[in-house]
T-cell receptor
Framework: DSGVTQTPKHLITATGQRVTLRCSPRSGDLSVYWYQQSLDQGLQFLIQYYNGEERAKGNILERFSAQQFPDLHSELNLSSLELGDSALYFC??????????????FGNGTRLTVT | AQTVTQSQPEMSVQEAETVTLSCTYDTSESDYYLFWYKQPPSRQMILVIRQEAYKQQNATENRFSVNFQKAAKSFSLKISDSQLGDAAMYFCAYRTPYNNNDMRFGAGTRLTVKP
């Protein structure tokens, strides 16, 4: 168990809809990362938050947004959903250090299916 | 921009034999960290091993070891005495404090273990 909790595990919705994915990081971790993994693909970095502030953006669509709350949990909002948004969405957390030596600890992912 | 390349989409190994998975990366930074993650059919992301760029000694974790060639920007994973449970997707990843510590992944190598 990585200590990172993602809910829900599965989500099925229709095109055009909006969903919210939730992530609780490991106790003590200040950074939260979101990744998208399409079928049999690698992980694409979406966005990173550190202690409530956005720190870095990757290949995140304008239809997607995220935030990190004061209790450090994070939510990823996906709107105007398209079939191509179907994927496994991972949240990961990390203890931050300048040396970047700590690994990311991943949740079990949320599988989103857009029909 | 930092990129991570895994040139072997698929590999197979006989049970109890040794297999090496390749990874190369491109960076201009001097301070960075490299990781191998395993993703079994459950889709969970599991840390296998990590290597600090400033360390010349190759990291080892039980049956897993790396061959880190800094000048060649190569970071291969060797799995000894392969077991059926080693069958999974393996992702090479790179992380540096000079890019907000976000982690970049290769496309992955699917490892099959034959009994």
């Amino acid at each position: 168990d990585s200590g990172v909790t993602q809910t829900p595990k599965h989500l099925i919705t229709a095109t055009g809809q909006r969903v919210t994915l939730r992530c609780s990081p490991r106790s003590g971790d200040l950074s939260v990362y979101w990744y998208q993994q399409s079928l049999d693909q690698g992980l694409q970095f979406l966005i990173q938050y550190y202690n409530g502030e956005e720190r870095a953006k990757g290949n995140i669509l304008e239809r997607f947004s995220a935030q990190q709350f004061p209790d450090l949990h994070s939510e990823l909002n996906l709107s105007s959903l398209e079939l191509g948004d179907s994927a496994l969405y991972f949240c990961a957390s990390s203890v931050e250090s300048f040396g970047a030596d700590s690994p990311l600890h991943f949740g079990n992912g949320t599988r989103l299916t857009v029909t | 921009a930092q990129t991570v390349t895994q040139s072997q989409p698929e590999m197979s190994v006989q049970e109890a034999e040794t297999v090496t998975l390749s990874c190369t990366y491109d960076t201009s930074e001097s301070d960075y960290y490299l990781f191998w993650y395993k993703q079994p059919p459950s889709r969970q992301m599991i840390l296998v091993i990590r290597q600090e760029a400033y360390k010349q000694q190759n990291a080892t974790e039980n049956r897993f070891s790396v061959n880190f060639q800094k000048a060649a920007k190569s970071f291969s994973l060797k799995i000894s005495d392969s077991q059926l449970g080693d069958a999974a997707m393996y992702f090479c990843a790179y992380r540096t404090p000079y890019n907000n510590n976000d982690m970049r992944f290769g496309a992955g190598t699917r490892l099959t273990v034959k009994p």
